[in-house]
C-alpha cells in the first residue's frame, strides 16, 4: 500500500521560512519523479515543485527563486524548503509522484499570516 506522509508544516510570517518533508512508502521511490503539491481554500490543487529521479527540478513560476525541492532515494523522502513566503502560499501541502499516480495523503497546512 503507498503511502504518503507530509509534516513541517505550520504558521509562518511573511518572509519567513518553512522546510516540508515527506515519507514515502509502498513504492520504489527512487523510480519515481517526486512532486510537492498544494491546495488553497477555494482552488484546485496545484503543483509546485518536481523533481525527476535524476533530480532535475522545476518549479513553478510562482514560487520560482523561493522554493527548492529535493529528494534523499536513501530516506524514501522528498523536501520543500520554502523562504520568503508570502500570504498566497497558504495552502495545504501534500507530496506525490509527479504524474501523481497514487493517493493523497493528509497533508500539511501551512500558513502565512503576520
Known amino acids: 500500500q503507498v503511502q504518503f506522509v507530509e509534516s513541517g508544516g505550520g504558521l509562518v510570517q511573511p518572509g519567513g521560512s518553512l522546510r516540508l518533508s515527506c515519507a514515502a512508502s509502498?513504492?520504489?521511490?527512487?523510480?519515481?519523479?517526486m512532486g510537492w503539491y498544494r491546495q488553497a481554500p477555494g482552488k484546485q490543487r496545484e503543483l509546485v515543485a518536481r523533481?525527476?529521479?535524476?533530480?532535475?527540478?522545476v518549479v513553478v513560476d510562482s514560487v520560482k527563486g523561493r522554493f527548492t525541492i529535493s529528494r534523499d532515494n536513501a530516506k524514501n523522502t522528498v523536501y520543500l524548503q520554502m523562504n520568503r513566503m508570502k500570504p498566497e502560499d497558504t495552502a495545504v501541502y501534500h507530496c506525490?509522484?509527479?504524474?501523481?499516480?497514487?493517493?493523497w495523503g493528509q497533508g500539511t497546512q501551512v500558513t502565512v499570516s503576520s
Open positions: 506525490n509522484s509527479s504524474p501523481a499516480f497514487f493517493s
Open positions: 509502498g513504492i520504489i521511490f527512487s523510480s519515481y519523479a
Open positions: 523533481i525527476t529521479k535524476d533530480s532535475v527540478i
